[in-house]
């Protein structure tokens, strides 16, 4: 089945500080990657919606000035948490979706951030 | 406003029984719901999809079921087993993006 690499798998940062999280999708070629936030016991609350070559969708109310996504080519997504404050403290989780048709999603692993 | 809603306490049953978990939906029309699984730490990994115009789709010891008219999904495991405990959620497909429930917990006790 199709995998989908994030890193790093958690981090611990101070206020103020940016942090890269990378999703990779290994064997495919990912048009489109979601990017999602959980809070511990709720839903995974979907913050934008990354096409590879052109600009991220970003969802009512997320920032896109502070949460920036970069989808360079097929394989890689980025998002990079700017200037980073104790609210931004969560679990990100990207997702891939193979090709126009599919209708999978597959996960990354998650990165659980920590900002001091 | 679109909500998705699933129980959110735990369900616990015991080993060799079967679980039944509830996903209930306003305001969408989905061309099809998804169930995915999700272990504590982890990412939700995908298990079965069923789209609008099916009633009901299985998959090993999984069943679902899709009513649009009741904008309701159940999802069935039969023979539970302690390694079917994990979050459950379900998801739907609309206007290109995927919405998630917020889960509910399933413990299968031995």
């Known amino acids: 089945g199709a995998v989908v690499s994030q890193h790093p798998s958690w981090v611990i940062c101070k206020s103020g500080t940016s942090v890269k999280i990378e999703c990779r999708s290994l064997?495919?070629?990912?048009?489109?990657m979601f990017w999602y936030r959980q809070f511990p016991k709720q839903s995974l609350m979907l913050m934008a919606t990354s096409n590879e070559g052109s600009k991220a969708t970003y969802e009512q109310g997320v920032e896109k000035d502070k949460f920036l996504i970069n989808h360079a080519s097929l394989t890689l997504s980025t998002l990079t948490v700017t200037s980073a404050h104790p609210e931004d403290s969560s679990f990100y989780i990207c997702?891939?979706?193979?090709?126009?048709?599919?209708?999978?999603?597959?996960f990354g692993s998650g990165t659980q951030l920590s900002v001091l | 406003s679109q909500k998705i809603e699933q129980n959110s306490e735990a369900l616990n049953i015991q080993e060799g029984k079967t679980a039944t978990l509830t996903c209930n939906y306003t305001?969408?029309?989905?061309?099809?719901l998804q169930w995915y699984r999700q272990d504590p730490g982890r990412g939700p990994v995908f298990l079965l999809l069923?789209?609008?115009?099916?009633k009901e789709k299985r998959k090993e010891r999984l069943k679902v079921t899709f009513d649009t008219t009741l904008k309701q999904s159940l999802f069935h495991i039969t023979a539970s087993q302690p390694a079917d405990s994990a979050t459950y959620l379900c998801a739907l497909y609309n206007f290109n993006k995927f919405y998630f429930g917020s889960g509910t917990k399933l413990n299968v006790k031995p």
């Open positions: 997702s891939a979706l193979p090709g126009q048709l599919n209708e999978k999603l597959f």
């Open positions: 064997d495919f070629q990912a048009t489109t």
């Open positions: 305001n969408y029309s989905p061309a099809y």
């Open positions: 069923i789209r609008e115009n099916e």
